[in-house]
Nanobody, 126 residues
């Protein structure tokens, strides 16, 4: 069982930066793939970024490539999402997700993740 707690969301102007953190409980965090997803009002939850268990492989949605960076610190049981050059369309609730057995082919898919955090609101003003 893994529990996930996101933090770091807030209100920022367009062009600004935020760093989201996701703290995980459990001794097996280092073996889990981790993902960030977001959900804007009236829209479905969508993939943002993911990282494999070792941190050597990362994946991004086209809409965030070059602006958002996912990383992890297995010693601290934490995954991060550094968000730069934010745009109003990045406004959403951001969720952290974890799964112990996920392939690179399906790491983008919402339904593949077993564990989810409660989400943190990111609002980008124009």
């Amino acid at each position: 069982q893994v529990q996930l707690v996101e933090s770091g969301g807030g209100l920022v102007q367009a062009g600004g930066s935020l760093r989201l953190s996701c703290a995980a409980s459990g001794r097996t965090f280092s073996s889990y793939a981790m993902g960030w997803f977001r959900q804007a009002p009236g829209k479905e939850r969508e993939f943002v970024a993911a990282i494999n268990w070792s941190g050597r492989s990362t994946y991004y949605a086209d809409s965030v490539k070059g602006r958002l960076t996912i990383s992890r610190d297995n010693a601290k049981n934490t995954v991060y999402l550094q968000m730069n050059s934010l745009k109003p369309e990045d406004t959403a609730v951001y969720y952290c997700a974890a799964d112990p057995a996920i392939s690179s082919a399906t790491i983008f898919e919402v339904d593949e993740y077993d564990y989810w955090g409660q989400g943190t609101q990111v609002t980008v003003s124009s």
